[in-house]
């Protein structure tokens, strides 16, 4: 097709066009844009050209496809440009120790995108500019990109992945040299330097320099041994392991994670786990499910259920398809499955992390060390664990950056850092990775389930023996789908503002409120002086309601998802034992946030699908 002259009658528009025609190279794109254009499709071109993709503390997600607002080959190169020309000036010694790339089996055919496309393409940015790339020569999951950067001492690591979203999007998600994503200012300085490498460096397209380059190493077979090797160090139980009756259903959700959980439980000796047959090989089109994300509970894990009723199997493990999130469900004596949230399976595996350690030290000075980290929105049952035990609990804002960040800081200070989690299934329970890892989270759940079933104990018994022990911890989370950045802002303003200016609400329904804290605005009625002691965010919202029954909630968007969340607890202290209250009064709770605070209804809110 002979290139077509925008005219949209938007000069702005019109220019982000042209030189998206001028710089881009992939055919399929180029000509889905110069058919937008003899078409005359303003509406589409606005959604294509009308932003560029904005670079945050989470790299990049979007829509693959044409344009500056989707993932595609050219909007890959503007951003590796950026990041390399920004490592370039923060790593003296960046051409000596390079990067490591990593990618999942995202692709959309429209476009010619995929995520190893992407990969190799980021690889070539750096190449031509003379940095050594670790590139894998096939899919990984997610926490190896974090590992090899710390491991082999590199400057920096991309993973490209969408994790858990929909089919069509892709990301590229970004780790700094000390192995944790990154934080600001790194992100604010990585966007700059994209805005200031929109033009394509000479080689950039050129896939074939890497094929014989002497800078282009494949760690994949030494990494796949060291890390193996490393986790092995949390096995404590090698014996139960090798004799274990239980029986566990595995699935990677058609995601990469197969072949890595099988390689788990070899290294902590267990037979190996049973493949959903169906879900077990990556299919960019997650063709079995309608969400490719465990956290959504049982309506992903349906084959699963089937699988482990066929075959007796009373433990499931599901990661999501970039592996770094780990789903658990376990059979009840009903015949019923069931699903353990983000928040119980923490419990869970924090007691147990715990315990194994305590197990090998005896020194009581040791536990002056000892830290475990969750995220602001999850469940306090760490802080009571840490209260009755004596070891050190801190809360970080939310996302796995925060959390593998300060765990940095906290084992450069010679501390231990024994287990970090996120409610949203993602676990830290090795410090060998700073992010949340699926892979060695499944090896270390099966050792617990095995070690409980040898005294006759289910995971469910043992979650509420820990609540017996340290307090209930009853929690319900959810979400309601917005699409409109304006609603979303006036909900939270309205909340601000709710009995006057700058008056936030005194109650909510039948519950009172005792206290506020405001993560966008700084704002923490709890302190003396009024100010957060986390860190604040303009860019998100994020407000956190205390009630004088004890409950907690907090509602915040997401910065990956069209999503309005909300997390609630009611904690109670050790002795009152009674579950079924305490739930019916959090339902309460929650059902009064939703009518008062959410208003769906009027803001035409979507719930979360069953």
């Given amino acids: ?40 499709n303003v509406e589409e071109l606005r959604v294509s050209f009308g932003l560029r993709m904005e670079f945050g503390t989470a790299g990049l997600r979007a829509a693959m496809g044409a344009g500056t607002s989707r993932m595609n080959d050219l909007t890959i190169i503007q951003t590796t440009q950026g990041f390399c020309s920004y490592l370039e000036k923060s790593f003296p010694d960046l051409k000596e120790r390079g990067v490591v790339i990593g990618f999942d089996a995202r692709a959309h055919p429209p476009s010619g995108s995929s995520s190893i496309r992407f990969a190799k393409l980021a690889a070539a940015v750096f190449i031509s500019h003379g940095v050594p790339v670790y590139l894998f020569s096939d899919i990984t999951p997610t926490p190896f990109v974090p590992y090899t950067v710390t491991h082999l001492s590199l400057c920096a690591g ?21 192995g944790a994503q990154i934080i600001s200012p790194h992100d604010n300085g990585i966007a700059s330097a994209i805005e200031e490498n929109l033009e394509p460096w000479p080689q950039s397209w050129d896939e074939t320099i890497i094929k014989d380059s002497p800078l282009l190493k494949d760690p994949y077979a030494d990494i796949n041994r060291d890390y193996f090797q490393e986790i092995q160090k949390h096995c404590f139980h090698r014996e139960i392991n090798k004799a274990s009756k239980i029986k ?163 084992l450069d200070q010679k501390k231990t850092v024994l287990f970090a989690f996120e409610e949203a299934i993602g676990y830290m329970c090795s410090p060998v990775v700073l992010d949340k890892d699926g892979v060695s ?92 002691v986390l860190p604040t965010s303009k860019s998100s919202q994020m407000i956190t309601f205390t009630f004088t029954n004890g409950g907690v909630a907090t509602m915040r968007t997401s910065g990956t998802e069209p999503k309005i969340k909300y997390y609630t607890e009611l904690c109670v202290p050790p002795g009152n034992s009674d579950p079924e209250q305490l739930k019916t009064e959090l339902s309460s709770l929650v059902d009064a946030i939703v009518e008062h605070f959410f208003e769906p209804q009027k803001n035409n809110f979507k719930p979360q699908p069953e």
């Fill in 1 to 40: 097709m002979d290139k077509i002259i925008p005219n949209t009658g938007e000069e702005k528009l019109d220019q982000a066009i042209k030189q998206w025609l001028k710089y881009d190279k992939n055919p399929k794109t180029s000509e889905a844009v110069q058919q937008l254009v003899a078409d005359g």
């Fill in 158 to 178: 991309i993973m490209v992945t969408a994790s858990h979203n929909p089919k069509q999007d892709n990301g590229y998600k970004v780790y700094w040299a000390n």
């Fill in 248 to 410: 566990f259903v595995h699935t990677s959700v058609h995601g990469v994670g197969h072949k890595f959980v099988q390689s788990a439980f070899k290294a902590f000796d267990f037979a190996p786990p049973l493949a959903v047959a169906e879900q077990k090989d990556p299919d960019p089109e997650f063709s079995t499910v309608k969400y490719p994300n465990p956290e959504e509970g049982k309506g992903v894990l349906t084959l699963s259920f089937a699988l482990a009723d066929k075959e007796g199997a009373q433990v499931i493990l599901a990661n999501d398809p970039d592996a770094d999130r780990l789903a658990v469900a376990e059979k009840r004596d009903s015949g019923e499955w069931k699903v353990f949230s983000g928040n119980e399976l923490g419990a869970l595996l924090g007691w147990w992390i715990f315990t194994c350690w305590k197990e090998k030290n005896t020194d009581p000075c040791a536990l002056k060390e000892v830290y475990m980290l969750a995220s602001t929105v999850s469940s306090k049952i760490l802080r009571a664990i840490a209260l009755k035990e004596g070891f050190h609990f801190e809360e970080a804002l939310t996302g796995f950056k925060w959390m593998g960040n300060r765990a940095k800081q906290l």
């Fill in 441 to 532: 989270a499944a090896a270390i759940t099966a050792e617990l389930s095995s070690y409980l079933a040898i005294r006759n104990v289910t995971l469910s018994q043992q979650l509420k023996a820990i609540y017996e022990e340290y307090g209930y911890h009853i929690t319900k989370a959810s979400y309601f789908i917005c699409h409109d950045s304006k609603t979303i802002k006036q909900l939270f303003e309205r909340l601000r503002n709710f009995e006057g200016e700058n008056a936030y609400p005194k109650t909510c329904g039948k519950f009172e409120v005792s206290g506020v804290r405001d993560l966008t605005t700084g704002y923490d009625s709890s302190q003396a002086d009024k100010k957060a």
